[in-house]
């Protein structure tokens, strides 16, 4: 397992600016593939984006193009979503996992891989 703290959530106005960052334990985290999900109130969890171990490709949901963009310090064990243009649609919990890829899609890892989330207001 590795633990996972996110941080950098807050109350915005939309088309505002926010960088989320996830911390990670231990010395395994340059192992793992990392991803971004979110969860509004009342809708399922769903995937925002992810990045390869190295950091050489990333992937997005259609929603992040163009306003996200994730990224990591392999030697700060750490991965960011900078997000801009926020909109208030993009009002959630945000959660960092680590993963992995098969081919081209990214895959969570289960309980214990999960960060326990940041809050992520967007005012309109």
Do not use: H
């Amino acid at each position: 397992q590795v633990q996972l703290v996110e941080s950098g959530g807050g109350l915005v106005q939309a088309g505002g600016s926010l960088r989320l960052s996830c911390a990670a334990s231990g010395r395994t985290f340059s192992t793992y593939a990392m991803g971004w999900f979110r969860q509004a109130p009342g809708k399922e969890r769903e995937f925002v984006a992810s990045i390869r171990r190295s950091g050489s490709s990333t992937y997005y949901a259609d929603s992040a193009k163009g306003r996200f963009t994730i990224s990591r310090d392999n030697a700060k064990n750490t991965v960011y979503l900078q997000m801009n243009s926020l909109k208030p649609e993009d009002t959630a919990v945000y959660y960092c996992a680590a993963g992995y890829y098969r081919e081209s899609t990214y895959y969570p890892l289960g309980d214990g891989y999960w960060g326990q989330g940041t809050q992520v207001t967007v005012s309109s």
